[in-house]
């Protein structure tokens, strides 16, 4: 069959599983693609119409694989000044003209501009505008709309409208404020129930699905009006011929003027760093670990912004959150795009009456949580554990963007870098001299795949796109040894993106070294940190919990080793199915029993990226075999399995065994093999014991219960089981 004839069927077989996750993507893009646009002070189908035009325009000219397109978060500070300013029509106007930006980045192959602002920078100018959207939003939340000159005084308010809403009089108010608190506990404890049903589901449409039950209660049981005051109620979507009538056409009128192109710039520059750094970040989440063709990527999300605006819609960029959730479901391709658009305008279609029945404050809560997980004190706490200079450039960067603008906000970050970099190393000349000169020298090392890379100098945000280049056009599943003993400085910037690039190569079978800084030290133990030439620092120790205790109690019962610390080399559990989407921490308290054969863990991993993280802490069980098996994973049967089953899932029916199978849900590629593996003793092994998550790799099993950390009692119960299961393995 030709390589043309086989990716057509590929595409066809994964078409299932794209249709499926484009339909739950959808589904959160709907309330945010609203919300968005009513905290820009835009028409509420706006967020929708730039969701449409994203979704169909990237997904057919795009150069990523599976991120989605839609409104973003980090343009609501900057689209609401626009709009402000310069009025709707000039606003869309403006948007027009961002969008040709863009498309021009993308032709002049400008993808790199991310690697030139430091990281610490970044997150000072994420953080902002997580505080312009959550300052914003908090009073609408509240059922309380104040206008206000600055983005500080918005926030100053916050304590004041809380004691307004505590002594609300009218109920009107009362129940839109309850509907945006309630909106928001949804949203901040949603995610810790791990529930497989219930988070087929995301929690902004648990939001939507509860707000229209809650006016159809009103409507249909109590025969009242719904109680919420109707101001604090979404206005009329529009139908689409209305949209039509009424489109808002741009008006050029103020194209001569600073203020409108110092939006084109502000909008500009945002909407390409979230869109450059939310692609960098889903291509790390991609199971196939494919690179985005970035300045493809540019180019179209341009092209889709200019449609976006000549429709009236809002910029389009590359979103983290939604493009998370699409990976997480299953998505190999940009058709699942494509269909999270489909969705929308059939959303629009049939059920637009229905959002009207939405209250302002419950979208708010939405956006109000979303600005808080950009801004949140864990942001902080992160980043001072890399280093105390790196908290002064995040500060820097956030103080200056709420106070004077995002421009110089993130070019007040690049100079406080800077500024930094050069007392710490008590020189300028180390960067004068040498941030023109070559400083990378990369070569494959004579009949080897190896890979080595030598960094002289100084490496830091400012040179850092040499490296990359050279790095990029080395295949992933190759040995690389980058070499900075002949660096001087480098930077959090660099080491963290040489921690990425690890994690990158260790999932497709390469080999990532990073050698030469046994010389260099830092402040911190945080493996982000910058490395200089600096006295060692001090070791802290860190006492053990009682849970901690209690295992080390139960090494010594059962003579088990036991170690409470945190180790990152986990190359045991690259391979299995389970992580391809996750990324893995680290693993602290093992239980390891003959020579680690059996290697019970706590572990921490991550879902997603960016304001989509969720990081989740289980206890986990690892089975070394003697032998090869086949690969597979082995469920309980239920509800959401059969579902499964029509978006290209197949069940291996083990013969003789009609029980077993209507029990449990089997997958993997070699049935025959599989089949085989289940023979009489192995089946009557799960038949008769508690269920568990099991997975194989061909060389070794991982079991776990439920994703959390397990109890003592739990902890016994499933070493027994991995024993046990180890013997019927074997023999």
């Known amino acids: 069959m030709s390589p043309r004839k086989n990716k057509i069927k590929d595409f066809l077989s994964a078409l299932p599983k794209n249709i499926f996750s484009g339909f739950v993507v959808s589904l959160i893009a709907l309330p945010l693609g609203l919300g968005l646009a009513m905290a820009s002070e835009a028409p509420p189908i706006a967020g929708i119409i730039a969701a449409v035009v994203g979704g169909i325009v990237v997904s057919i000219f795009g150069g990523s694989h599976v991120t989605i397109a839609g409104p973003g978060n980090g343009l609501v500070g900057v689209l609401l000044v626009a709009i402000t300013s310069l009025g709707i029509e000039s606003a869309y106007a403006a948007i027009i003209c961002s969008g040709l930006l863009i498309l021009l980045l993308g032709f002049f192959r400008m993808g790199k501009l991310a690697d030139f602002f430091p990281s610490s920078a970044i997150q000072g100018m994420l953080a902002a505008i997580g505080l312009i959207i959550l300052g914003k939003q908090f009073h609408i939340m509240f059922a309380h709309k104040i206008k206000r000159e600055d983005t500080l005084d918005y926030l100053f308010e916050i304590p004041f409208t809380i004691n307004d809403a505590i002594h609300y009089e009218n109920k009107g108010l009362i129940f839109a404020a309850l509907a945006g608190v309630i909106s928001l506990a949804i949203m901040m404890f949603y995610a810790k129930i791990r529930n497989k049903y219930l988070q087929l589901i995301p929690a902004p449409m648990w939001i939507v699905i509860l707000s229209i039950g809650f006016s159809y209660y009103f409507e249909i049981v109590v025969h009242e009006a719904n109680p919420i005051a109707k101001e604090y109620m979404i206005s009329g979507i529009p139908s ?180 930094i970099h050069i007392v710490i190393n008590k020189t300028v000349s180390l960067f004068v001299r040498n941030v023109m000169k070559p400083n990378v020298l990369m070569y494959q090392e004579g009949g080897q795949d190896n890979y080595y890379v030598s960094v002289k100098h100084f490496c830091s945000f400012l040179n850092y796109y040499k490296l990359k280049d050279k790095l990029d056009a080395v295949p992933e599943d190759k040995d690389v040894i980058v070499d900075f003993s002949l660096c001087s400085f480098v930077d959090h910037t660099v080491m963290e993106n040489m921690h990425n690039y690890q994690e ?228």
């Open 504 to 731: 990158l190569f260790k999932k497709r079978d390469g080999h990532f070294d990073v050698i030469g800084l046994d010389m260099h030290d830092t402040d911190s133990k945080h493996p982000f940190a910058l490395r200089r030439l600096l006295p060692v620092p001090n070791i802290i120790k860190n006492n053990l919990t009682r849970r901690q205790t209690s295992m080390e109690s139960l090494a010594e019962d059962y003579e088990l080793n036991y170690n409470s610390e945190k180790q990152r080399n986990v190359d045991f559990l690259n391979h299995f199915l389970f992580f391809n989407t996750k990324s893995i921490n680290h693993i602290y308290n093992q239980l390891s029993y003959k020579n680690n054969a059996i290697n019970l863990f706590d572990i921490e991993f991550s879902e997603g990226e960016f304001i989509a993280k969720e990081v989740v802490r289980s206890t986990m069980l690892h089975i070394q075999l003697d032998r090869a098996i086949p690969e597979f994973t082995l469920d309980r049967e239920g509800f959401l399995e059969k579902v499964y089953a029509f978006a290209g899932f197949k069940d291996i029916p083990i013969q003789n065994h009609s029980d077993f199978s209507n029990r449990f849900y089997l997958l993997g590629d070699n049935e025959e093999a599989i089949c085989a593996f289940f023979n009489d003793d192995l089946v009557h092994f799960f038949e008769s014991n508690p269920y568990y998550h099991i997975e194989s790799n061909g060389e070794s099993l991982l079991i776990f219960g439920k994703e959390r950390l397990a109890s003592v009692k739990e902890i016994k119960a499933l070493f027994d089981f991995g024993k046990r299961l180890k013997e019927v393995v074997t023999h």
């Open 240 to 419: 689409i011929q209305a949209i039509i009538a009424d489109m808002h056409l741009p008006n050029f009128s103020r194209v001569g003027s600073i203020p409108f192109w110092s939006s084109v710039l502000a909008i500009t520059l945002i909407a390409s760093i979230e869109s450059l750094l939310s692609i960098k970040a889903v291509d790390k989440l991609d199971p196939e670990k494919r690179r985005s063709n970035v300045n493809k990527d540019l180019k179209a999300l341009g092209l889709a912004t200019m449609g976006s605006g000549l429709l009236g819609g809002l910029n389009v960029v590359t979103v983290i959150a939604r493009s998370s959730v699409n990976v997480n479901n299953g998505a190999s391709n940009r058709s699942s795009n494509f269909f999270h658009a489909t969705f929308l305008v059939l959303f629009i279609v049939l059920f637009s009456t229905q959002l009207t029945r939405i209250p302002l404050p419950a979208l708010m809560a939405i956006l109000v949580y979303t600005g808080y997980k950009l801004a949140s004190p864990n942001v902080i706490k992160k980043i001072f554990s890399i280093g105390k200079e790196q908290l002064i450039i995040f500060f820097a960067t956030l103080l200056i963007t709420l106070k004077i603008g995002l421009i110089t906000g993130i070019l007040a970050g690049v100079l406080t870098t800077l500024i």
